[in-house]
């Protein structure tokens, strides 16, 4: 375990983007993982790759109001740096980066990154400016840290391909990697949102990955993604997911709809279970 002291903590970009200048003049690989704090075991397993892919690891907690809807959970998300900063010194990290909105955002900020094609499905379709949002907040956190490398979590699958597909439209220099999902014992996804739920919410949480893993297997066997999803449809509402925003086969790409798993597939899920937006997908074969 590493000294806590040794944490460095940023909020503004000219002294984080000095610190990372000295570590890339020596020749360190630096490697950035974005986050929105409320850190868990997931994050952590970010980190820790990260530590095995660079002398140096940044992490930045910033909770982006832009990939908030206006009826989504922004203001009640939960923060809590004390704890998050903690983590990040015992996980080894080298530098928080904790950007304010208004130094992230300053009056008349007028510019948003728009990823065509893969945002328009899947979450794109329920949360309307949700991956411009996100395109864009990711642009500027790869442009204030400069990076060698950034990683993502293969959680949010469609956030990975649409950040990917963003940093080569605009030849950012910078290598993106994709991080499996950690999961509880029981299967489900870690997430920052997984505190919401009440406790009896949490005993038919695991369901979505169940019902996900179903229809991957149903795939990898040669079935077809229509009957399949039709029963993952019902078996989700029987365990109380209401309203199962969608549920569905997408090639591991393109995230074009799939019949039948031909080539490296993903299957996909939004749903509530009461107030609690899950998202979770796993790969097929
Ligand atoms: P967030 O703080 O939710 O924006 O997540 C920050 C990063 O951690 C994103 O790249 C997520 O995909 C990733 N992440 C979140 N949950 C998990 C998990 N259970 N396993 C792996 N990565 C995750």
């Known amino acids: ?154 959680k949010d699958y469609q956030q990975l391909l649409v950040i990917r597909r963003a940093v080569r439209d605009l030849d950012l220099p910078v290598e993106i990697q994709g991080v499996p999902t950690l999961r509880e014992a029981d299967g489900l996804a870690l997430s920052s949102r997984n505190r919401y739920l009440a406790p009896e919410e949490r005993v038919r949480a695991p369901r979505l990955h169940a019902v996900l893993s179903e229809i991957a297997a149903g795939l990898a066997a040669g079935g077809s993604a229509g009957p399949l999803v039709e029963g993952g449809r019902a078996a989700l509402a029987a365990a109380g997911f209401e309203p199962v925003q969608y549920l569905e086969v997408r090639d591991a790409e393109t995230l074009a709809p799939v019949e039948h798993a031909t080539r490296p597939a993903r299957v996909l899920a939004a749903a509530y279970l009461g107030r609690t937006r899950l998202i979770d997908n796993v790969a097929v074969g």
Not at 102 to 126: K, N, W
Request: contains cysteine.
């Open 1 to 154: 375990m590493s000294d806590p002291v040794s944490l460095l903590r940023f909020t503004s970009v000219a002294p984080l983007r000095a610190a990372v200048a000295a570590w890339r003049r020596a020749d360190e690989r630096v490697v950035l993982v974005p986050t929105m704090g409320a850190l868990h075991a997931g994050h952590l397993a970010l980190m820790a790759r990260a530590r095995s892919l660079g002398r140096r690891v940044v992490a930045s907690i910033f909770v982006n109001p832009t990939q908030f809807g206006p009826n989504e959970d922004f203001s009640r998300y939960p923060r809590d740096t004390e704890t998050d900063l903690a983590l990040l010194a015992e996980a080894g990290v080298d530098a928080a980066y904790l950007p304010e909105v208004s130094g992230m955002y300053p009056e008349h900020f007028s510019t948003r990154i728009e990823v065509g094609g893969l945002t328009e499905g899947l979450c794109g379709a329920y949360r309307p400016g949700h991956f411009s949002g996100v395109a864009t907040v990711v642009t500027k956190l790869l442009n204030q840290v400069q990076p060698d490398c950034a990683l993502f979590g293969e």
